[in-house]
């Protein structure tokens, strides 16, 4: 569509691809209404899109009302990294 993609350095050192490859790819698909491309481009950051809506909602209440994250929602953010990491793995074996 627009033929502007963000290059992933680690991609081009590696070869490999990194967890956000395709995040480009998977915001212009959502946004043409694409959802299966948007879906190839990046599963897991597609089914998580909720979760990571919730999140900079949440931080930006957090902020507003000066509070500090809890401790459930830290360990929440540790799971969602450990999670995208798992995944990026099991993706670049397959």
């Not at 590696?14 to 790819?25: D, I, S």
């Amino acid at each position: 569509m627009t033929h502007i993609y963000i290059p992933c350095v680690f991609r081009a050192i590696t070869g490999y691809k990194c967890p956000g490859c395709g995040t480009t790819t998977l915001c212009v698909n959502i946004l043409q209404f694409r959802f299966s491309e948007a879906f190839h481009a990046n599963p897991f950051i597609f089914t998580t899109i909720p979760f990571i809506l919730f999140e900079i909602v949440y931080n930006v209440y957090l902020s507003y009302t000066e509070k500090r994250m809890p401790l459930w929602n830290q360990v929440l953010l540790g799971v969602y990294c450990f999670a995208i990491l798992i995944f990026d793995i099991i993706r670049n074996v397959m």
